[in-house]
């Protein structure tokens, strides 16, 4: 009867085991999250499933702002690919990103052509900040372990599977992720 119990016991500390497992697999990615466009209709993430990603929190009235042309650039010259860039505008920083959605939709347009997707603004530090941003700092923390976004611009690259690969920081320019880009192309 002990050997019956023992194996009974062992059976379901082995499944919960691996249902543990499998639920920490399962959130090792962004495909996880939902977040709103800039029309504020909800987007899975798992839409950019098997696309290689660039996501960037940006601001309007920023100095790294021009930063906007080389994102395009990279989006025109690779989104045939598989490559999309999201960005995320951010008011957090210097309230360099005051504006509406439709305020901050037709400034891209209008002064830097910008044809990748812009989604709703966000938070992207602190109590209320968007849990895909939390995912990320955690996954790729910034200079000596910090998992605070210290500016606008700072940018995430995320592998086809979902897994975040690099974290640059507002002074990379978008030109200098090029080569880690076509490495995950």
């Given at each position: 009867?002990?050997?019956?119990?023992l194996f009974?016991?062992?059976i379901i500390f082995t499944?919960?085991?691996?249902c543990n497992i499998n639920n920490m697999e399962?959130?090792?990615?962004i495909f996880q999250y939902s977040v709103k466009d800039i029309n504020g209709v909800d987007i899975s993430m798992e839409t950019y499933k098997d696309k290689v990603l660039?996501?960037?929190n940006v601001a309007s009235k920023c100095g790294f702002t021009p930063q906007y042309e080389g994102l395009e650039k990279l989006y025109q010259d690779h989104k045939d690919k598989g490559f999309e860039i999201l960005g995320f505008p951010c008011n957090q920083f210097g309230s360099q990103e005051p504006g509406t959605e439709e305020e901050i939709k037709t400034f891209c347009s209008i002064n830097y052509g910008v044809t990748f997707p812009i989604f709703s603004k966000i938070k992207v530090n602190g109590d209320n900040a968007d849990p895909m941003y939390t995912f990320m700092k955690t996954e790729k923390p910034g200079t000596l372990g910090s998992k605070k976004i210290k500016w606008n611009f700072t940018k995430f690259l995320i592998d086809r599977e979902g897994h975040v690969i690099k974290r640059f920081g507002s002074q990379t320019k978008p030109i200098d992720i090029e080569d880690d880009i076509l490495e995950l192309l």
């Open positions: 009867m002990k050997k019956i119990t009974i016991c062992l499944f919960q085991f691996n399962k959130q090792k990615t660039l996501i960037v």
